[in-house]
């Protein structure tokens, strides 16, 4: 079974410069999230998809930040304009959610390889 | 205080010994614990996930959890040099299903 897949795997670009970044999920997964890690600390939720729908998104820096899941699967977060502290690593993680068959399992999240943004 | 820390680490442990990880969280309507591996510039990788007090095992891994006490534990039996990484802990609160709160994650190292 494929694993969640993610795109670009790094990107470094100046300041102020636009930047996206792509997710498809785990085939079947519902969930879809958006998180930050920066060095040192556990990753933070940006924002979190059920189906097309953004059901938590209160950790979203709003305006330079936005998202999409269009259709329900594949999901781009976008940031312009990108600012220094910005650099970090973006991480897409899927879980199965509500219509998950095995019990216990509906909540289980597993994370894509990320991308490691560096702001210039 | 924090909604999930760790022990501060780094943890050293020899090949062949037991590596205990600890975790508290500070929502007592807290209902599922995870416990993921990250290896140096790689993603957490999801190991272990727990949702009612006692011990869960798999294989060399166990985790603990004890909701009176808010506090979750990961033990890694006979560990090997490969097992060396930081390990995260996560706490999905109950009022807010779905967001995983973590902790910053303990570095383990262990030596030959």
């Known amino acids: 079974e494929a694993g969640v897949v993610q795109s670009p795997r790094y990107k470094i670009i100046e300041k102020k410069q636009p930047v996206a970044f792509w997710c498809n999920p785990i085939s079947g997964h519902n969930t879809l999230y958006w998180y930050l890690q920066n060095l040192g600390q556990g990753p933070e939720l940006l924002i979190r998809y059920e189906n097309e729908e953004a059901v938590d998104d209160s950790q979203l820096p709003k305006d330079r930040f936005s998202a999409e899941r269009l259709k329900g699967v594949d999901s781009t977060l976008k940031i312009q304009p990108a600012e220094l502290g910005d650099s970090a690593v973006y991480l897409c993680a899927s879980s199965a959610g509500q219509g998950a068959s095995k019990r216990g399992s509906y909540n289980e999240q597993f994370f894509g390889p990320g991308t490691r943004l560096t702001v210039l | 205080q924090k909604e999930v820390e760790q022990n501060s680490g780094p943890l050293s442990v020899p090949e062949g010994a037991i590596a205990s990880l600890n975790c508290t969280y500070s929502d007592r309507v807290s209902q599922s614990f995870f416990w993921y591996r990250q290896y140096s510039g790689k993603s957490p990788e999801l190991i272990m996930s727990?949702?009612?007090?006692g011990d869960k095992e798999d294989g060399r891994f166990t985790a603990q959890l004890n909701k009176a006490s808010q506090y979750v534990s990961l033990l890694i039996r006979d560990s090997q040099p490969s097992d060396s990484a930081t390990y995260l802990c996560?706490?999905?609160?109950?009022?807010?299903?779905?967001?995983?709160?973590f902790g910053r994650g303990t570095q383990l190292t262990v030596w030959p």
């Open positions: 996560a706490v999905d609160r109950g009022s807010t299903l779905g967001r995983l709160y």
């Open positions: 727990i949702y009612s007090n």
